[in-house]
């Protein structure tokens, strides 16, 4: 992904992501009331989101009035590899360890999270 979105424009995406449907204008306004946004807000958003191509309107629907559906161009999987690259090379210098090692320091990792960490590596990372 070569836009980088904010934080708010990313809670608008975990909605597409959540979904797994096109999405309309109304639709979207759910952030309204579950986020206290206002209806300019949740526009703005949307179409910022548009405009770096994160999302794009979807083809084949019949338009009814002004009714446009939306569908995110980049999986969420996809979404979060790009950011966690960008912040580890942003704060980390690129390096893992460096991150786990702070996130230690920082007492944000439990005994318990280094246990499934450590049982992660030892089956060759595949699991979740």
Do not use: C
């Not at 629907?61 to 580890?88: H, N, Q, W």
Request: no cysteine; proline share 2%; glycine share 8%.
């Amino acid at each position: 992904m070569n836009q980088r979105i904010s934080g708010r424009e990313h809670e608008m995406m975990r909605l597409f992501w959540r979904e797994r449907r096109p999405l309309t204008f109304t639709d979207l306004r759910e952030l309204e009331r579950t986020n206290g946004w206002k209806k300019s807000t949740v526009q703005t958003y949307m179409v910022r989101l548009r405009d770096k191509g994160v999302i794009a309107a979807v083809d084949g629907f019949e338009r009814k009035g002004d009714v446009t559906r939306y569908i995110p161009t980049v999986a969420e999987e996809a979404f979060l590899l790009d950011e966690s690259a960008s912040m580890l090379d942003k704060l980390f210098e690129g390096s893992a360890l460096k991150m786990v090692a702070a996130l230690r320091r920082g007492g944000r990792l439990s005994d318990a999270d280094i246990a499934e960490l450590r049982e992660f590596f030892l089956a060759g990372g595949d699991g979740e």
